[in-house]
């Protein structure tokens, strides 16, 4: 098996969110060598800020993405939208040098308190991510609805259908790493 570098950012910061649950939970289907959880703790998008460059976080945000095989991108639903936490991530990511998403196998997900499981958000993150050409899996879509009553004790994913689609969701991007990895 080859050894991959994923890298995951959920766009709700709370440490008991059900997103950072599912970013989890998909990692751990994943199986990678290594995994790295991104920090959108980011000061608020401002190009007075950028004097010398983006900070040093948003450039520590950079390379970990630039550096993995793949990407998982977790978010919730605020107001039929992504969260301003992952829209601010974004960016300053369009800020810094390179190309950190270019070619990289990237996944999407959600889990949201709604019946719709993260439709609207999902959408506006595909059209957010766009700019950065990451090859983007078309799915299965992955959104967990009524999140708060989907999880067992252990953080895992009950829900049997989304279970699944996580799980096929998981091994199409393990796949297209390896297969961009050998390639590359």
Known sequence: MIDLT??????ALRAASTNRLLLHEAARRFAPTSFIEGDLRLPLFD?????????????????QISSADAIIVVTPEY????????????????????????????????????????ERSQEMLRWCLTPFQPRLLPGPE??????????????RLMNVRNAAALDILMSN????AQRLKVAG
């Open 142 to 155: 992955v959104m967990v609805a009524q999140t708060s009553s989907q999880w067992d004790g252990q953080g």
């Open 173 to 176: 991007l393990r796949t297209e």
């Open 47 to 63: 190009g007075d800020l950028e004097v010398d460059g983006p900070p040093i976080e948003v450039q520590k945000l950079a390379q």
């Open 79 to 118: 107001n039929k939208g992504i969260s301003g936490v992952l829209k601010n991530a974004l960016d300053w990511i369009s800020r810094a040098d390179g190309k950190p998403f270019a070619g990289k196998p990237t996944a999407i997900m959600s889990a949201t308190a709604g019946r719709s499981g993260g």
């Open 6 to 11: 994923l890298f995951g950012m959920s766009g």
